[in-house]
């Protein structure tokens, strides 16, 4: 499941170069700071910016080992990226958040502020790296790892409804029900505000499926069936849905047969 | 990925065009050739896919889902393959496998102008091969890899996404300059890639010229290269983003 969600990130999502230039300077924080407003000739911020670009051209090399079967440069790519921001953000006050669309970044300044806390919101470049890094992970079949570095992304950008779906998925892997219900429960609920165009629906979709596998796991078969059938409703063509609609009715009619 | 069905009519037009037609521009004209009249020498297309070997490719790919490449290899590709390799070994003539009628109707065209008895086929073998080399790839071991895309070029040799992974493995291995080779091959067979591979099949192939430009140090090359995808993929951030690294580089380098 892992790496399906991973072509579909690369391939149709565009994640890694939605948002590169927009957010090359730092984003308004919940008390607002200067230090990202059009400032002529700042070395330190023309620094990052240049850095910021070369971490971008690094995350497509990833991308590129990523795709052609090379996870451990791939890998070693985004370990780069990862360090690097790292040391740009380690002494930082404030809490730092990633955003991928100017929707998503104000939600997290909401957030922010709304816990009375102060923080910053800095291109996704970071949150990515640490995604991808998970998808060569798993490639490699270290699922320790893979979870780390999902969950991390999660941290850095707790509403992207990407990363919280492959996470879901997971920990269904896992049979962690509980925190797979609970996280494909959020990406459903950010799916909405927070996707990239282009990959909303299938969020949603996505969303809606592994919410109804856990129920079907856990014997909640009245409530798969319903999703399924919303999915079905929406996409009669989601062959996916039907298939697991039959498993439910299947169940079904053997709990009836045994009563 | 996989290309369409058995269209034995419209083959038989292209066929008749490629017969009539004169070399590609900048070839020197050839004396006239006699297009052979025996009908069995005559190359013949079929795409239709194998429904079966299909699903044994699908299996593979959820095996590849899973995080198990050794599975997806030995219980999945390889049988694939070894199926088609035995079918295909029985065919007489030179097999080529196609994704699309664009594609069968180069092969063809190729198979007349060097007089050869030729089959054109639907694209499953080679798929496994690109899917294989991948996996392969992952349990380092770019030697069989590369030596699987080899035969799927001999296979399919105008094959964007085979010439693609074929330049990363001869990479992965420093082969630079037979990466370089691959990857020019690649661009020049973007135009033959099925539409719903054709953007990324084009960005790869683009991306790994540039980037082994860059590697070899020849940027006036690279630059070339990304503007030409510029006019391939106009507004494209990546080719803009080499672009200007690639200026970057060569003032840097001033």
Redesign the interface.
């Known amino acids: 499941?892992?790496?399906?969600g991973m072509l579909a990130v690369l391939?149709t999502s565009g994640l890694v170069?939605s948002t590169?230039h927009a957010w090359a300077q730092d984003q308004p924080a919940a008390q607002p700071q200067t230090q990202g407003q059009a400032a002529p000739a700042d070395p330190k911020k023309e620094a990052e910016n240049a850095e910021d670009?070369a971490m971008?051209?690094l995350l497509?090399?990833g991308t590129?080992a990523l795709?052609?079967?090379?996870?451990r440069?791939a890998i070693a790519s985004y370990d780069q990226i990862i360090a690097t921001y790292e040391a740009r953000y380690k002494n930082r006050k404030e809490k730092v958040y990633c955003g991928s669309t100017p929707a998503e970044t104000l939600a997290y300044m909401v957030l922010a502020a709304s816990q009375k806390q102060s923080a910053i919101a800095v291109a996704p470049t970071w949150a990515v790296a640490y995604f991808l890094k998970g998808f060569a992970q798993?490639?490699?079949?270290d699922?320790p790892g893979a979870k780390a570095s999902l969950e991390r992304a999660r941290d850095l950008s707790p509403y992207n409804p990407q990363f919280l779906i492959e996470l879901a998925n997971l920990y269904k892997s896992e049979k962690n029900w509980p925190l797979a219900l609970e996280t494909y429960q959020a990406a459903k609920e950010h799916s909405a505000a927070f996707s990239l165009p282009q990959a909303k629906a299938t969020n949603e979709m996505k969303a809606q499926h592994g919410i109804a596998f856990v129920y079907s796991e856990t014997g909640k078969l009245d409530e798969a069936e319903a999703i399924y059938k919303q999915c079905l409703a929406m996409n009669p063509q989601d062959a996916y849905a039907q298939h697991e609609l039959d498993y439910v009715t299947q169940q079904k009619a053997k709990q009836a047969h045994v009563h | 990925m996989r290309g369409g069905n058995s269209h034995p009519l419209p083959i038989l037009v292209l066929l008749a065009c490629a017969a009539c037609a004169g070399p590609p521009a900048g070839e020197t004209a050839a004396p006239p050739v006699k297009v052979p009249l025996v009908t069995s020498s005559l190359p013949t297309a079929d795409l239709t896919p194998d429904p079966a070997l299909g699903k044994a490719l699908r299996e593979g790919l959820l095996a590849v889902r899973a995080g198990d490449p050794r599975r997806a290899v030995n219980a999945h590709f390889n049988p694939v393959i070894n199926i088609y390799e035995a079918r295909y070994r029985a065919v007489p003539g030179r097999v080529y496998c196609a994704r699309s009628m664009e594609e069968a109707a180069r092969y063809m065209k190729d198979a007349l102008r060097a007089h050869q008895p030729a089959r054109v086929v639907e694209a499953g073998l080679v798929l496994a091969y690109v899917y294989r080399a991948r996996e392969l790839m992952i349990l380092d071991d770019p030697v069989a890899a590369q030596a699987g895309l080899e035969r799927a070029r001999v296979l399919s040799p105008a094959n964007a996404a085979v010439l693609v992974q074929l330049g990363a493995a001869y990479k992965a291995q420093n082969k630079t300059p037979q990466a370089l080779e691959a990857y020019q091959a690649a661009v020049e067979s973007i135009d033959l890639s099925p539409s719903e591979t054709k953007a990324r099949e084009t960005i790869d192939a683009f991306y790994g010229l540039g980037s082994t430009y860059v590697a070899l140090g020849r940027l006036d090359e690279a630059e070339a290269t990304y503007r030409r995808c510029l006019k391939v993929l106009p507004g494209n951030a990546l080719a803009e983003m080499e672009l200007k690294e690639v200026q970057r580089q060569r003032t840097q380098g001033r």
Do not use: C, K
Request: proline residues 4%; glycine residues 8%.
């Open positions: 499941m892992m790496r399906a391939l170069f590169g670009q971008l051209r497509q090399e590129q795709r052609t079967g090379q996870p440069q798993f490639d490699l079949q699922l």
